[in-house]
Structure formats: structure tokens, C-alpha cells
């Protein structure tokens, strides 16, 4: 476990699970730094947790140069990436009903965010003797589990927006894990499970800190820890 060391980024931690996850790391004395867009947010955020603001829009390139530039200057190097930020893109979006711009929006967070940050951030975490990379899915990303009429989603409604978005970032975990598995670069994806926030509109059953737990285990992992998985508390999730 990497423990009181590193340096670690938690992206859209103005609030919820991002905001535990921050408090958690830092609690393991880490130096975190609190990558939101929102200014007021952001600062009001980190004097909370003692922690680093920093100024960050995930779909913004030119943003997250400018944040892996500030990080350079200051520390030299990133140990921890946790990719946290994400939107729903609001109501439910059947396929067949679907506003294309809602879909386009809630990729360019989910997906293409992930993206952005990663490999403007990928040359700091390279510096790094022990980089982690979380990104935050959902067990509703599961095709296994979103396909099993008996399952736990059988009354769930189809989603063209939100769901495919966590599907897609799975993938795209997997893929960066191929590529940066002989760096010694552990990608892992986390599954918060139901959280209340306002991105579930508050009807979790588990809070914010308990979603946060298993982002914190993947980002700790020993140098012996998996890479490429899909995990929630109870352990990998089927694909």
C-alpha cells in the first residue's frame, strides 16, 4: 500500500463521491489536489480538506494542459489519477427517443473527459515509481448485468446517455491498462454501487464516504495489485 506519500488528483471533488475520495487520500497523507471547474466550489472545497485546489474542466484540453503544467511546477510528478467527474445528462434517454446533444455531453464528460485528463496527466504519472489510475463506473456499465432479465437491472429502463457512457469507459479502462501495464501504471475501474448524491438525485442507499471506500483501495494498491478489473466493495464485476 502507498501510504503517507504521493501525490494524488481527484477530478469533479468539489462534492460527493469526488469529495470523499479527496478527503479519504489526503487522510492517508497524500497530497491531494481538488480538480473541479467551478471556482467557488473548488476553493470552498479544499479549504474544507486542507487540500490543493485546482482549476480543471474535464472536456476542456487546453484546461487540463494547464492543470498538469501547474502540477509540474509544484510537485514534479503524479502518483494518483482518480478520474471521478461525471454527469447523467439529466432524464432518462431512451435510444429511440434520445437528444443527440444530451448524448454528446454526457460522452464528452464520461468518456472523452477520462481521455483528456489521462494522457495530459500521463506524462507526470510516468515520473511516478508506483502510479495508480481510477476511473469511476457503475455497476449499470456491466453488459452481464444490464442484460440479465433476472438480474438486479431486469426493470431498469434503457439508456442511450448515462449507461452506455459507463460501458464505453470500461472499455477504454481496459485498453489504457494493456497499454500501461509495462510502465508498472495500475488502471482500474471503481463501482461506488448506489450512492446518494445529486447525481442520483439523493436516493442511494450508501453514502458518499462508503462510495468512496473502493476508489481509495484501487489507488493504494500495492505494486502486486491487479490491473485492467472492474470492482466494486465485494470484489470484480462482471463485464
Known sequence: MIENAGIALVTGANKG???????????RGMTVLLGARDEQAREKAAAELGVHPLALDVTDPASARA?????EERFGRLDVL????GITGGRAQAPSSADLDVLRAVFEVN??????VTNAMLPLLRRSTAARIVNMSSSVGSLALLSDLAGPFAQMGASAAYVPSKTALNSLTVQYAKELRSAGILVNLADPGHVATDLTGFTGSRTPAQGA?????LATLGADGP???YFNEDGPLPW
Open 111 to 116: 468518456v472523452l473527459g477520462v481521455l483528456t
Open 227 to 229: 490491473t485492467g478489473g
Open 82 to 85: 482518480v478520474n471521478n467527474a
Open 67 to 71: 492543470a498538469a503544467a501547474s502540477i
Open 17 to 27: 463521491i469526488g469529495y470523499q475520495i479527496a478527503a479519504q487520500l489526503a487522510g
Open 213 to 217: 471506500a473502493i476508489a481509495v483501495r
